[in-house]
């Protein structure tokens, strides 16, 4: 764990049957979608992402529709400070909803200069498991104060510099510097502080591909985040993610292949974008 994050703490909507006898309904839900669907990296000088953008992704378990993921961006202040508000949301629909409930939030308070983050909100409800944490970045002295409003606890942590949370992880990865000249097979990895520790999170670059979604065809960049593999997930590499391979690097499609089946998201609704979309064909 200390050298992956553990990524199965925070991805999935369960369904029912046998989903629910693979994963922990107390720990595996959609929270991987709401940091999942910001990642991306930039290969120009042009800002990938600024304030107004908007991504909303169907979460699909086979045929069934298990919910969606949202994730928006907010010019805001803090501390006197100008920052991105970044708030991701996921919450299950239909059946999923009736057999497992799931509202989760997610928010990051991001400096627009450094891109390294001041706070992080997590409030999370998943069929009656429940959080309700927030941390406080001190960038000079590399300390965390994190409150656990439900456990009534405040505990301080040390980070390393230019350590993200789980959401300010990927803003920063958008504007990560000469991505451009990243090979197949190369990876990038960055700490990340989650669940009161600094782990390491590693992505491998796979290499590009051109997808059909509902948009048009889309020239993506592929790449493979490293998960532990066991109990939710097939192996290690169980995980693949198409990136738009354009100024703003938004994720177009994520698939996990499980223990019994597989899931995957697809981009449905977006607006806002920093760059134009670009399309190689309707």
Known sequence: KNSVINLTEFFCFNT???VFAIIDPMKKIVIFLL???TLGFDTQKEEAFSGGEYLKFRVHYGIINAGYATIEVKDATYNNQSVYRVIGKGFSTGMTK??????????????TDT????KFVRKINEGGYTKNQEGFFNQKTNKIL???????????????????DILSSFYYLRNYPNINKIKAGESVMIDMFFDNE??????????????????GVVSAMIFKPLVQSGRVFKEQESLTIWISDDYNKIPIRIKATLLV???????EEYKGLNNPFKLKAK
């Open 198 to 215: 600094t782990t390491k999170f590693k992505l491998k670059f796979i290499g590009r591909e051109d997808i059909k979604t509902k948009f």
């Open 98 to 111: 009736f057999f497992f409930n799931v509202e989760d939030v997610y928010e990051s308070y991001i400096d």
């Open 35 to 37: 940091v999942i669907i």
């Open 146 to 164: 994190v409150k656990d409003y439900k456990h009534k606890t405040e505990k301080t942590f040390d980070f390393p510099k230019n350590t993200q």
């Open 261 to 267: 089946g597989s899931i995957k998201a697809d981009l």
């Open 115 to 118: 891109r390294n983050p001041y």
């Open 16 to 18: 029912f049957g046998t």
